[in-house]
């Protein structure tokens, strides 16, 4: 049984790092809006503010929007309260909803940050590919009657890897100071009546990888031809795009930082479609 780690906190406090899980689908996103709107940010800081008896302020690797659901997201906190990693993780999660949850904290360097210096950020967006709708993954996934074939939408994603002009699939509010990103990885397979995109990038746009989605699933319907991934980078323009996937089929898979940092390993499963979706 491994140790528990008791953090010992400095004139000046510590920095905690956390693993973030949750079920998008009735928050209005990550990131902390005025009172009486629910964020995953705020149900955090109001939690952790309960285990370290003072206010936290927590930043996040990635903000998720409404209805798009964090499997790996990572967060940070500095505070001058002294916990161990379980106390983080247990206190938090008995303060949490039964939609959110810490898998994970740990003490980290002042350097850490979990927006700034992580290395890559993995997303995973499913596809729900059957005549009718399912009451089961409603809000986990997006519904698409027609028939996509997947080979064809992987064949397509292939344009758009590596370093690029990205404007074409970022939203028209995305606040980024530049649209240049390094998509590294990009997956399409099918499983039973299930689509599984995965992409990995250094960074993500506002609804990048929903309106990447949403541009592969009319390739896959027959609707464009393969080409037309090239021709919509080229354009740079988002309203020759197509149209934004829904959010719920959108989750944070994981975030990945320098090994110095020590972050714990965490599993980037999820249930799949070859075991849930029947028809």
Same mark, same amino acid.
């Given at each position: 049984?491994?140790?528990?780690?008791?953090?010992?906190?400095?004139?000046?406090?510590?920095?905690?790092?956390?693993?973030?899980?949750?079920?998008?689908?009735?928050?209005?996103?990550?990131?902390?809006?005025?009172?009486?709107?629910?964020?995953?940010?705020?149900?955090?800081?109001?939690?952790?503010?309960?285990?370290?008896?003072?206010?936290?302020?927590?930043?996040?690797?990635?903000?998720?929007?409404?209805?798009?659901?964090?499997?790996?997201?990572?967060?940070?906190?500095?505070?001058?309260?002294?916990?161990?990693?379980?106390?983080?993780?247990?206190?938090?999660?008995?303060?949490?909803?039964?939609?959110?949850?810490?898998?994970?904290?740990?003490?980290?360097? %002042?350097?850490?940050?979990?927006?700034? #210096? $992580?290395? !890559?950020?993995?997303?995973?967006? =499913?596809?729900?590919?059957? +005549?009718? /709708?399912?009451?089961?993954?409603?809000?986990?996934?997006?519904?698409?009657?027609?028939?996509?074939?997947?080979?064809?939408?992987?064949?397509?994603?292939?344009?758009?890897?590596?370093?690029?002009?990205?404007?074409?699939?970022?939203?028209?509010?995305?606040?980024?100071?530049?649209?240049?990103?390094?998509?590294?990885?990009?997956?399409?397979?099918?499983?039973?009546?299930?689509?599984?995109?995965?992409?990995?990038?250094?960074?993500?746009?506002?609804?990048?990888?929903?309106?990447?989605?949403?541009?592969?699933?009319?390739?896959?319907?027959?609707?464009?031809?393969?080409?037309?991934?090239?021709?919509?980078?080229?354009?740079? %323009?988002?309203?020759?795009?197509?149209? #934004? $996937?829904? !959010?719920?089929?959108?989750?944070? =898979?994981?975030?990945?930082? +320098?090994? /110095?940092?020590?972050?714990?390993?965490?599993?980037?499963?999820?249930?799949?479609?070859?075991?849930?979706?029947?028809?």
């Amino acid at each position: 049984m491994a140790p528990i780690r008791q953090n010992v906190a400095g004139a000046d406090g510590v920095r905690i790092a956390v693993g973030v899980q949750y079920d998008g689908a009735h928050f209005r996103g990550w990131q902390a809006q005025q009172p009486g709107v629910r964020t995953v940010q705020t149900c955090l800081e109001q939690a952790l503010a309960k285990v370290a008896a003072h206010p936290v302020r927590l930043a996040c690797a990635g903000r998720t929007d409404a209805g798009v659901h964090g499997v790996g997201q990572v967060a940070h906190f500095d505070t001058t309260a002294v916990r161990s990693d379980r106390a983080w993780v247990l206190g938090g999660n008995a303060n949490l909803p039964d939609d959110l949850s810490l898998s994970w904290a740990c003490a980290v360097p %002042d350097e850490f940050h979990a927006r700034f #210096t $992580a290395l !890559a950020r993995r997303y995973r967006y =499913l596809i729900l590919n059957q +005549p009718h /709708r399912s009451a089961l993954w409603q809000g986990r996934a997006a519904w698409h009657y027609r028939p996509l074939d997947a080979a064809r939408m992987a064949e397509a994603g292939q344009a758009l890897l590596g370093e690029h002009d990205f404007s074409a699939f970022r939203a028209a509010q995305c606040q980024a100071r530049h649209p240049i990103r390094e998509l590294r990885e990009l997956t399409v397979q099918r499983r039973g009546n299930g689509i599984i995109l995965e992409v990995e990038a250094n960074g993500f746009l506002q609804h990048m990888v929903r309106n990447i989605a949403g541009v592969l699933m009319a390739i896959g319907v027959g609707e464009r031809p393969v080409e037309w991934v090239q021709e919509v980078l080229a354009q740079r %323009d988002r309203t020759q795009g197509g149209v #934004t $996937a829904p !959010a719920a089929g959108l989750y944070l =898979l994981a975030v990945r930082y +320098p090994e /110095r940092f020590g972050l714990p390993t965490v599993a980037e499963t999820m249930p799949g479609f070859g075991e849930w979706v029947t028809g």
